[in-house]
């Protein structure tokens, strides 16, 4: 019975990420975007502000892979370490866009996927009701 109940919900989470999986292209591309353009103003306002990028610190963006990658993290709301791009203003007000830019994405493809996981449910539960009503009908 464990197995059945897993089972349903399984696939009512197939059915919810195959409904929505177009809706989830705009979001997706929406944070890209953010990543690609806001990485690429922290690293030229670092570099303005500080100069070339010293090898031996640890504090700074050493590539532009770096600045996307600190991005990916500051954007999906999952931490900040406070140092990098906090020396200089600049650097300071793009990292508070950035945390804005989490705060009003992120939730988005969570929304989407939740949506269609209670149409799946339903539909699930509406098939599982017909076969339960038929059962019964066939005993009778």
Known sequence: ??????????????????NSWRALLVPCFAMFMMISVLSAAMYLAEEQALGPPDPDDEDRYQNAFDAMW??????????????????????????????MCGILFTPMPITIIGGAFCGGAAVVLALAALVYHRCRLDKT
């Open 70 to 99: 600190a991005m990916f993290w500051i954007i999906s709301t999952m931490g900040y370490d406070g140092y990098i791009g906090s020396s200089h203003t600049p650097g300071k007000i793009i990292v508070v866009i950035s945390i």
């Open 1 to 18: 019975l464990k197995m059945q109940v897993s089972s349903v919900q399984t696939s009512v989470l197939i059915l919810a990420l195959h």
